[in-house]
């Protein structure tokens, strides 16, 4: 289907796969009034157990059905990313996680009730996807700091503090980061650097409101590469507000550029953290899938 257009609403119900992430943070939140919205709307709600078989094995088993609904935040979206895409699926958002940045990207409200009204009302795009080593990410895969945030960021800290457990968190884990040494090869050149972190954006927003670069869309068929080369981990308090508003790479520390597929290698393995998960590590290899995902949205 073209980005952008409507789903035709038949007369007959909708069938809807909804698969709540019980561990996010809003998580054990009651959606009676999401699924008052389905009702009225004629979708019908299969909700299975998650339990031991996770959400992406719930979407590749579902029978008869028109389009899988998650409740949860960008890890759960990321979940069930390549099972949507294999079974040509239009996804619905609603968002209950900590920091749920595809949502903020699509300006999908907060409000589960609202969230589903925009599931209801039909309207979709196509979005890009990003895939690093096969792993497919929505917002961003991150190598260095944001890693160990993702590595020391508990579940419990993201239900109890939300987004702001990701700021006391990330003084923690930065006062402790150091440079490390990266070789990023991309578009017909290799290039060595000493960074802190080196991030990879898809979409828009990433970490509860940063973003990834000030024009970035999650449809425009590239990636955003940044890579912070400060000499100490304190010039990055300085470089905050930049990073919230994704003008980053106008600062003299900050190498930053687009592209479409990139490879990252260092000395020693390290993690690589996708939509807040760490999901391989490196050698690592990015690409962009372009519209591989079509996901209900605000007109």
């Known amino acids: 289907m073209r980005p952008g257009c409507e789903r035709r609403q038949d007369s007959h119900r909708r069938r809807a796969l909804l698969l709540l992430n019980r561990r996010a943070r809003r998580g054990t939140h009651s959606i009676d009034g999401a699924r008052a919205v389905f009702g009225r709307n004629a979708i ?6 998650i339990g031991a078989a996770g959400m992406a094995d719930r979407v590749r088993e579902a029978a008869d059905i028109d389009l899988v609904i998650v409740g949860g ?5 990321n979940s069930v990313a390549r099972a949507v895409i294999e079974r040509d699926l239009p996804l619905g958002i609603l968002p209950l996680g900590t ?13 589960p009730v609202r969230a589903a009204e925009v599931i209801a009302a039909g309207h979709t795009r196509r979005l890009d996807l990003g895939e690093v080593n096969g792993h497919p990410f929505f917002n961003v895969a ?9 590595r020391g960021l508990t579940a419990e800290a993201k239900r109890r503090w ?18 490390f040494t990266l ?3 991309h578009d017909g050149r290799i290039e060595k650097v000493r960074t802190i972190q080196l991030s990879v954006g898809n979409g ?33 308090l300085a470089l905050a507000p930049a990073l919230r508003r994704g003008t980053q790479g106008r600062w003299k520390h900050v190498r930053a550029f687009g592209t479409t597929a990139l490879e990252l290698t260092t000395r020693r393995p390290h993690d690589v953290n996708a939509d807040g998960e760490l999901v391989t590590t490196t050698p690592a290899a990015f690409r962009i899938l372009p519209h591989a995902i079509e996901v209900f949205a605000p007109r």
């Open 73 to 77: 935040g960008d890890g759960s979206l």
């Open 204 to 236: 828009r927003f990433y970490g509860g409101g940063m973003t990834v670069e000030a024009n970035a869309r999650p449809d425009d068929g590239r990636l955003d590469v940044y890579s912070l080369e400060v000499p100490h981990w304190w010039h990055l």
């Open 142 to 150: 991150s190598v260095g700091f944001s890693a160990d945030l993702a």
């Open 99 to 111: 920091a749920n940045d595809l949502a903020r990207t699509l300006a999908i409200p907060p409000d």
């Open 44 to 49: 019908e709600l299969v909700e299975p157990e």
């Open 162 to 179: 939300g987004v702001l457990g990701y700021g006391a968190a990330a003084l923690r884990i930065l006062s402790q980061s150091r440079p």
């Open 183 to 185: 070789h990023i090869a």
